[in-house]
């Protein structure tokens, strides 16, 4: 008939109008009927004391604790319907005890709205350093955590310098001791920081969980890995850190990604690289001089040798012979030019037997006149006479 719907038609439109017009809900009720199955997804029905509704929690979504009958939770998840049973029942996403969930709805307020302010952005956040070598970190002091990290960067990575910044990771005044650490080892020498602690409960991981905290790792100028809890555990902190780890000891692997056995076995390749490389350029050099000692060329090199030594000390002769001729013209040159100079110094005339006559230490030459009466120095080749003229 025009306008009819099959059953699954029907079924899937109240499916549609269930998860599009209800969506995403926060359900408070006692768990009952609960149920493992052997594929790892967890049926039961949430009920209080006038209504109870179906439930399942596929096996992919963390659980933090075992479900029983008569527990009491809040659970997060969509309304929608399984179709073979034409049953609505509630998708959970997340489900906590209901002691908890006044904490559970704080965490998700402040995760929307730093989501919102863009503090989870990719964008904003940091790459790794590819091989630190100064590595802070903040954590207890006390407990496996701390010696987790340190006996794993000893094993990976024994040069790296560790900066360890104890710091209250659990209680009233762990998140101001924890935005310190941050502040303490951004001033530090160090590459990446690493806040870290052990698992445990919602309460005991609440300072990650802090805005303050938070504001403090988005500012940091230095990339900051999350290591906090089981890889289970989600905080704030995880959402907003470079880098998320899933346990303290994954961040400390984080931070050494090349061991010492790496380098170690990459020196080993080049060794063997570099030996093969001399030896295909030692055979290579070889087959060169085998196919020079074949050439004439080579064969005769020696006379070559020797006739180039040959050329050589005749260029030398011929270069001393034209340097003593070139000496001997100069000194025939020279010595012309010093009986020039003889001639014309005005002392020459007195070995032809005259004579001059000075005047207040000045030569008198032919147009000078002489001046009756004054005094006149005569001088001739051997000595010099004082005169005067009448």
């Known amino acids: 008939m025009d306008g009819s719907l099959s059953v699954s ?51 992919g979504k963390s659980l933090q604790f075992p ?12 309304v929608t319907v399984y179709p073979p049973q034409g049953r609505y029942q509630l998708d959970c996403q997340s489900i906590m005890p209901l002691g908890t969930g006044d904490l559970y709805m704080a965490f998700e307020e402040l995760k929307k709205s730093l989501a919102a302010k863009g503090l989870f952005d990719q964008d904003r956040k940091a790459e790794l350093p590819d091989f630190p070598l100064t590595i802070g970190i903040a954590t207890s002091a006390t407990g ?36 310190n650490a941050i502040k ?15 698992g445990g409960s919602m309460e005991d991981l609440w300072a990650f969980n802090d805005e303050s ?19 289970t555990d989600i905080t704030i902190a995880d959402f907003v850190a470079d880098v998320r780890a899933a346990t303290p000891t994954a961040a400390a692997e984080l931070v ?16 063997d690289s570099l030996r093969k490389s001399m030896e295909y350029l030692v055979s290579k050099m070889k087959d060169q001089l085998q196919r020079m000692e074949q050439h004439s060329g080579f064969r005769r090199l020696p006379e070559h040798i020797r006739n180039s030594a040959q050329r050589r000390d005749e260029l030398e002769n011929r270069m001393h012979q034209s340097l003593a001729r070139y000496i001997q013209i100069s000194q025939k040159n020279l010595q012309s030019l010093e009986m020039q100079c003889m001639a014309l110094h005005p002392y020459s005339p007195l070995k032809k037997g005259f004579a001059l006559l000075q005047r207040d230490q000045s030569i008198l030459s032919a147009d000078d006149t002489l001046i009756k009466g004054e005094a006149l120095t005569l001088i001739r080749e051997h000595g010099e006479t004082a005169i005067r003229v009448e």
């Open 9 to 59: 038609q029907i079924t899937m439109q109240i499916r549609s109008l269930l998860e599009q017009g209800i969506g995403s809900v926060i359900v408070i009720g006692e768990i009952s009927n609960f149920k493992l199955h052997g594929s790892g997804h967890r049926y039961f029905s949430l009920k209080d004391e006038y209504a109870q509704i179906s439930a399942v929690m596929w096996k």
């Open 144 to 179: 496996a955590a701390v010696q987790d990290m340190l006996s794993t960067l000893k094993r990976r990575n024994p040069m790296a310098h560790v900066i360890l910044r104890p710091t209250i990771v659990q209680g009233d005044t762990a998140p101001a001791d924890i935005i």
């Open 256 to 271: 050494s990604p090349i061991t010492m056995d790496d380098l170690h076995h990459h020196l080993a390749l080049k060794k």
């Open 213 to 231: 905290v938070a504001y403090a790792i988005a500012d940091c100028s230095i990339p900051i890995i999350s290591g906090v809890g089981h890889e």
């Open 67 to 78: 479900l029983t009958d008569g527990m009491k939770v809040i659970a997060r998840g969509n």
């Open 184 to 198: 303490e080892l951004e001033q530090s020498a160090c590459e990446v920081i690493i806040i870290a602690r052990g």
